[in-house]
């Protein structure tokens, strides 16, 4: 942050024909406006409090990766436990209505030689 030697600028006031009182005053103004212009960045946050932060939030992010991760799994497993119900129930459909027609073959064989 930028300061101002006051005392060496009230000098130089003073050598170029202001009074010495006037002189002071200009230049505590001069460091009152210097330091009022500057923003006060004491609430910002550091590079500690930035970097901590960070690593928080890439932690909570890993944890839920993970749970969606897991959360899949569970999912694509019941699907294929579904998908594999389904298949064996519309295989022993077929099979069923293979034996069924197979039956009514025979008997319509042995009905009409």
Same mark, same amino acid.
Request: hydrophobic share 50%; net charge negative.
């Given at each position: 942050?930028?300061?101002?030697?006051?005392?060496?600028?009230?000098?130089?006031?003073?050598?170029?024909?202001?009074?010495t009182?006037? =002189?002071?005053?200009?230049?505590?103004?001069?460091?009152?406006?210097?330091r009022?212009?500057?923003?006060?960045?004491?609430?910002?946050?550091?590079?500690?409090?930035?970097a901590?932060?960070?690593?928080?939030?890439?932690?909570?992010?890993e944890r839920?990766r993970?749970e969606?991760?897991?959360e899949?799994?569970?999912?694509? %497993?019941?699907?294929?436990?579904?998908?594999?119900?389904?298949?064996?129930?519309?295989?022993?459909w077929?099979?069923?209505?293979? =034996?069924?027609?197979?039956?009514?073959?025979?008997?319509?064989? %042995?009905?009409?030689?």
């Amino acid at each position: 942050m930028p300061q101002i030697d006051t005392l060496a600028t009230a000098r130089r006031l003073e050598q170029a024909g202001f009074p010495t009182e006037q =002189a002071r005053a200009v230049s505590e103004a001069i460091a009152d406006a210097i330091r009022d212009s500057q923003p006060d960045l004491s609430h910002l946050a550091t590079l500690e409090a930035l970097a901590r932060e960070g690593e928080r939030i890439r932690l909570e992010l890993e944890r839920i990766r993970s749970e969606l991760r897991t959360e899949f799994q569970v999912q694509i %497993k019941d699907l294929e436990l579904r998908i594999a119900e389904r298949l064996r129930a519309q295989m022993i459909w077929f099979f069923s209505m293979q =034996a069924a027609l197979l039956g009514i073959a025979v008997a319509i064989i %042995k009905l009409f030689p």
